[in-house]
Nanobody, 121 residues
Framework: QVQLVESGGGLVQPGGSLGLSCAAS????????MGWYRQAPGKERELVAD???????NYADSVKGRFTISRDKPKNTVYLQMNSLKPEDTAVYYC???????????????WGRGTQVTVSS
């Protein structure tokens, strides 16, 4: 029905940069919010950043000033540019979308499968 496919994870040294992207496909009428969450081992999944259809952004305090979220709305794609990465940013990063399907007057939340980001020297 709807797929979110992430790409761009990997291994990076502390202080380095990495970019993530997530493309949504399927019977999508509109996307209200797209964003990124992350889950580190032994911790709960937490919001990293999200962006509404009206371009309002929301960031976790721990990433403010270092990460930037952006969207390409015609392509149903969300990006996360991560700079000045720290070891504590190590986690599986999940794409998230709150959207409306064709012919259905309701919103649904979908998740990607996740991509590993490891920050280590």
């Amino acid at each position: 029905q709807v797929q979110l496919v992430e790409s761009g994870g990997g291994l990076v040294q502390p202080g380095g940069s990495l970019g993530l992207s997530c493309a949504a496909s399927g019977d999508i009428w509109s996307i209200n919010v797209m964003g990124w969450y992350r889950q580190a081992p032994g911790k709960e999944r937490e919001l990293v950043a999200d962006m509404t259809n009206g371009d309002m952004t929301n960031y976790a305090d721990s990433v403010k000033g270092r990460f930037t979220i952006s969207r390409d709305k015609p392509k149903n794609t969300v990006y996360l540019q991560m700079n000045s990465l720290k070891p504590e940013d190590t986690a599986v990063y999940y794409c998230n979308a709150v959207l409306v399907l064709f012919g259905v007057e309701a919103t649904y939340t979908f998740w990607g499968r996740g991509t590993q980001v490891t920050v280590s020297s």
